[in-house]
Nanobody, 120 residues
């Protein structure tokens, strides 16, 4: 059974930091690109950060560049999102995504999300 379980969300003051984790199971983690998305109330889900395979190349939304860092540990089947200098606009539910497209077959898995609230 495929599972992506996010953790690490919570309430933080502006300027603070959080580290999100996403533990994966039930599929070949190292063979999937991993991403973090977020969805704020009344807004569409947006891509925050992604890390490709096998290069490990990362890309970020302009709004988080220089503040957020995505990383992965294939030995632990876990992807992380280090979030620094948080702003109220970063408030959202953050979702972990695993994606693979090979030979016309798509694997696209989502976690249940973790709430991040940035407020004083």
């Amino acid at each position: 059974q495929v599972q992506l379980v996010e953790s690490g969300g919570g309430l933080v003051q502006p300027g603070g930091s959080l580290r999100l984790s996403c533990a994966a199971s039930g599929f070949t983690f190292s063979a999937h690109a991993m991403s973090w998305y977020r969805q704020a109330p009344g807004k569409e889900r947006e891509l925050v950060a992604a890390i490709a395979i096998p290069s490990g190349r990362t890309n970020y939304a302009d709004s988080v560049k220089g503040r957020f860092t995505i990383s992965r540990d294939n030995t632990k089947n876990t992807v992380y999102l280090q979030m620094n200098t948080l702003k109220p606009d970063d408030t959202a539910v953050y979702y972990c995504n695993a994606y693979r497209f090979v030979d016309g077959r798509i694997s696209d898995y989502w976690g249940q999300g973790t709430q991040v609230t940035v407020s004083s």
